[in-house]
């Protein structure tokens, strides 16, 4: 089992449509989660970071947290076609020393107009 | 967030060489790490680095093949040692601030 799993995609929407994106993870301790989106040819860009079960908002994103089931889920509300890219989960697990960050696989969005 | 630039921005080397990568933030950090990404791959972190430490690696990667120098609190080197094309990759600076992680804008080595 990997220690974080998200569906490599692509996820299709259309534009306007609420796009879902799931992440899993292994270790029950861990403490701080974090969304990234990396365009095509681009380093990650932190959208997102949540530490607290339930819903954290910002603009059309929403990350929402799950410590039980060890789940972290982003919605992009109203996607655009600009949303298109990988989305990146991450987790600071406590098990890990030196704060470090475990990375899913990435899934990747399409959103067409 | 972090104002990070690494140099070069991209390479491209011959089998054999070795090629270092800077990283520069725009101010004082405690904890920067290296991170390489395959083609078509998630990110993979080979140390990281802290001021006035030696650079802890993760396991697969050694000091020999990835020597790492963090002279002060806003900059860090990265050398790629003896390459192989197997060291195509793109190499990322990050630093943490306020408990999250920003990355630099990369370095794209391909290795002929």
């Known amino acids: 089992q990997k220690e974080v799993e998200q569906n490599s995609g692509p996820l299709s929407v259309p534009e306007g449509a609420i796009a879902s994106l799931n992440c899993t993870y292994s270790?029950?301790?861990?403490?701080?989660f974090f969304w990234y989106r990396q365009y095509s040819g681009k380093s990650p860009e932190l959208i997102m970071s949540?530490?607290?079960?339930g819903d954290k908002e910002d603009g059309r994103f929403t990350a929402q947290l799950n410590k039980a089931s060890q789940y972290v889920s982003l919605l992009i509300r109203d996607s655009q076609p600009s949303d298109s890219a990988t989305y990146l989960c991450?987790?600071?697990?406590?098990?890990?020393?030196?704060?470090?960050?475990?990375f899913g696989g990435g899934t990747r969005v399409l959103v067409k107009p | 967030s972090a104002v990070i630039s690494q140099k070069p921005s991209r390479d491209i080397c011959q089998r054999g060489t070795s090629l270092t990568i800077q990283c520069q933030v725009d101010?004082?950090?405690?904890?920067m790490f290296w991170y390489r990404q395959q083609p078509g791959q998630s990110l993979t972190l080979i140390a990281t680095?802290?001021?006035?430490?030696?650079?802890?690696?993760e396991s697969g990667f050694v000091i020999d093949k990835f020597p790492i120098s963090r002279p002060n609190l806003t900059f860090s080197t990265l050398t790629v040692s003896n390459m192989s094309p197997e060291d195509s990759s793109i190499y990322l600076c990050?630093?943490?601030?306020?408990?999250?992680?920003?990355f630099g804008p990369g370095t794209r080595l391909t290795v002929t």
């Open positions: 990050s630093v943490e601030r306020d408990g999250e992680q920003y």
């Open positions: 270790d029950r301790g861990s403490q701080s």
């Open positions: 949540i530490y607290s079960n």
């Open positions: 991450a987790v600071k697990m406590i098990k890990a020393a030196g704060n470090k960050l475990t």
């Open positions: 101010s004082q950090v405690t904890m």
């Open positions: 680095a802290n001021q006035g430490s030696e650079a802890t690696y």
